[in-house]
T-cell receptor
Framework: AQRVTQPEKLLSVFKGAPVELKCNYS??????LFWYVQYSRQRLQLLLR??SRESIKGFTADLNKGETSFHLKKPFAQEEDSAMYYC???????????FGKGTKLSVIP | KAGVTQTPRYLIKTRGQQVTLSCSPI?????VSWYQQTPGQGLQFLFE???????NKGNFPGRFSGRQFSNSRSEMNVSTLELGDSALYLC?????????????FGPGTRLTVT
């Protein structure tokens, strides 16, 4: 069975501090990993996809198959980063997403 | 381009009733997925439709069903509503082929069962 674990429900950091949102997964095969973000009163939207290896809004995420992790990182947090972050996975070629429970990031000014 | 739209946005139903929710995908998108979001279980996949065919199904009872029309619009139906069906129901659309797996989410329909 596939599973995504986000161990922190809430993460508070000061503006300018580094941020790391943790995500671990369980999947037999080669998954595709995503980070979705939901800002206050906005829709859920894609932030990052592991296969694209992009940096979006200063965020990066590296897939570590040995540790089955896909942690989201940003070197300097901004107030506008405050949001709910969801890690998700799908099987290769599938549109069925399995989500973690989410981590609420609060950036303190 | 216009985003994913869902109607209605809010709904209150009584136990035992049935409900139909609607989702209009982004123009050109042929895949529509449905998710249930609750505080306890988080976001859970219900099903995905592509070109009017159910392509994937999550682990929900048969009371939950869906369909997709030729214009890619989709509906989901929940019969014999239970209190535990109270949730935010999200739909997401995507191209549906290997060009992109990005899913675009709608604002959701908030269903309350009393």
């Amino acid at each position: 069975a596939q599973r995504v674990t986000q161990p922190e429900k809430l993460l508070s950091v000061f503006k300018g501090a580094p941020v790391e949102l943790k995500c671990n997964y369980s999947y037999s095969g080669s998954p595709e990993l995503f980070w979705y973000v939901q800002y206050s009163r906005q829709r859920l939207q894609l932030l990052l996809r592991h296969i694209s290896r992009e940096s979006i809004k200063g965020f990066t995420a590296d897939l570590n198959k040995g540790e089955t992790s896909f942690h989201l990182k940003k070197p300097f947090a901004q107030e506008e980063d405050s949001a709910m972050y969801y890690c998700a996975l799908s099987g290769a070629g599938s549109y069925q997403l399995t989500f973690g429970k989410g981590t609420k990031l609060s950036v303190i000014p | 381009k216009a985003g994913v739209t869902q109607t209605p946005r809010y709904l209150i139903k009584t136990r035992g009733q049935q409900v139909t929710l609607s989702c209009s995908p982004i123009s050109g998108h042929r895949s529509v997925s449905w998710y249930q979001q609750t505080p306890g279980q988080g976001l859970q996949f219900l099903f995905e439709y592509f070109s009017e065919t159910q392509r994937n199904k999550g682990n929900f009872p048969g009371r939950f069903s869906g369909r997709q029309f030729s214009n890619s619009r989709s509906e989901m139906n929940v019969s014999t509503l239970e209190l535990g069906d109270s949730a935010l129901y999200l739909c997401a659309s995507s191209l549906g082929d290997s060009r992109s797996y990005e899913q675009y989410f709608g604002p959701g329909t908030r269903l309350t069962v009393t």
